[in-house]
């Protein structure tokens, strides 16, 4: 438990540099063309709130919480015309994003035990998110082509 506190904390530190690293990989991902009508600001403090309050978000946060908050997100990015695969691809990247930085982190510190195990529970998620993904552009594609 003591090391989940120690990359909680390193996380919380560093939200800033995680959320600019972040707003880059949006930039540049092919898979997000529409997030350009999304202010890079807004993007960046709702991403910076989650992983500067990580913890916050773990350990006392409700469903009841996170249904408010994504609701939200999701209903302002329907406003701004970005498709629903978008946005779960940017939710991937921020997930990801947080991952890689985990990794270097471990690796910095030489904790290769923690860093091994780390990457296999990225490429876990790598998979489901990655299907998440690709389920909802064929969803959208398939109403875009019957008009529904």
Known sequence: MLLTYKLIELIEANSDHLANSLLEKVRTSPYLSEYRNVPPVDLKERVQGIYGHLGEWL???????????YVEIGARRAEQGVPLSQ??????????NLWE???????AADLKELSGELEMLQLLDQFFDRALYFAA??????QEKHGR
Do not use: C, F, M, P
């Open 101 to 107: 930085y985990l990794k270097r982190s471990a690796v």
């Open 87 to 96: 946005l779960n691809w940017t939710i991937v990247l921020t997930k990801e």
């Open 59 to 69: 350990e006392t946060h409700k469903e009841q919480d996170i249904e408010a908050r």
């Open 137 to 142: 552009v064929g969803y959208e594609r398939y």
